[in-house]
């Protein structure tokens, strides 16, 4: 398997504008998770998924964030409209289930908005 | 909420020497994990702890958790250039399968 596949590696968009990352996670697992990563923040958690459902999206800071799964192989982090605080380094990350918690994370989304 | 507290945030230290990076936290966690990530990249995990007291090594690292299963340590003996990068913690609650992440600790090792 190829691991977790995220695209676009990066992204420079005007403020305003609709940004839409996406991620294919590893074949036969069950969750997967969006994160945002700052300097200032580390590492948050802002949703994940069982099985292509949302469990908890607690994590997402407004509500111009939406995320979806429609099948197990493919899931979105959409931002509409982006704000420049919206810059940060976005990863996908999927992991096994049942007590296999071990997360594989992609390479990233480095979003930039001006 | 539980919270994983790491320390320290930043070091730099010179090659071949010792350091040692924490991770606490009031509650009690199932399993602890450690992550190192590299610029441009996602975390990776480098091993997992389970059991209260354990000690895993791998090759320079050394990584313990702590009895009460609160707390973990992860020590590099003669620390190498290639040992740059940020090390994080993560612990698995029983009832919750998100993990809960540390800060990071940037590692610097200097030739």
């Known amino acids: 398997d190829a691991g977790v596949i995220q695209s676009p590696r990066h992204e420079v968009t005007e403020m305003g504008q609709e940004v839409t990352l996406r991620c294919k996670p590893i074949?036969?697992?069950?969750?997967l998770f969006w994160y945002r990563q700052t300097m200032m923040r580390g590492l948050e958690l802002l949703i994940y998924?069982?099985?292509?459902?949302?469990?908890?999206d607690s994590g997402m800071p407004e509500d111009r964030f939406s995320a979806k799964m429609p099948n197990a192989s493919f899931s979105t982090l959409k931002i509409q409209p982006s704000e420049p605080r919206d810059s940060a380094v976005y990863f996908c990350?999927?992991?096994?289930?049942?007590?296999?918690?071990?997360?594989?994370f992609g390479q990233g989304t480095r979003l930039t908005v001006v | 909420t539980q919270l994983l507290e790491q320390s320290p945030q930043f070091l730099s230290i010179q090659e071949g020497e010792n350091l040692t990076v924490y991770c606490n936290s009031s509650?009690?966690?199932?399993?602890l994990q450690w992550y190192r990530q590299e610029p441009g990249e996602g975390p990776v995990l480098l091993v997992t702890v389970v059991t209260g007291g354990e000690v895993k090594k791998l090759k320079r690292l050394t990584f313990q958790f702590g009895d009460a299963r609160k707390d973990s340590s992860l020590h590099i003996t003669a620390a190498q250039p290639g040992d740059t990068g940020l090390y994080l913690c993560?612990?698995?609650?029983?009832?919750?399968?998100?993990?809960?992440w540390g800060a990071g600790t940037k590692l610097i090792i200097k030739p």
């Open positions: 509650s009690v966690f199932s399993s």
């Open positions: 990350a999927s992991s096994l289930g049942q007590e296999n918690t071990e997360a594989f």
């Open positions: 993560a612990g698995a609650e029983d009832s919750n399968y998100q993990l809960i």
């Open positions: 998924f069982n099985n292509n459902v949302p469990i908890d």
């Open positions: 074949s036969g697992h069950d969750y």
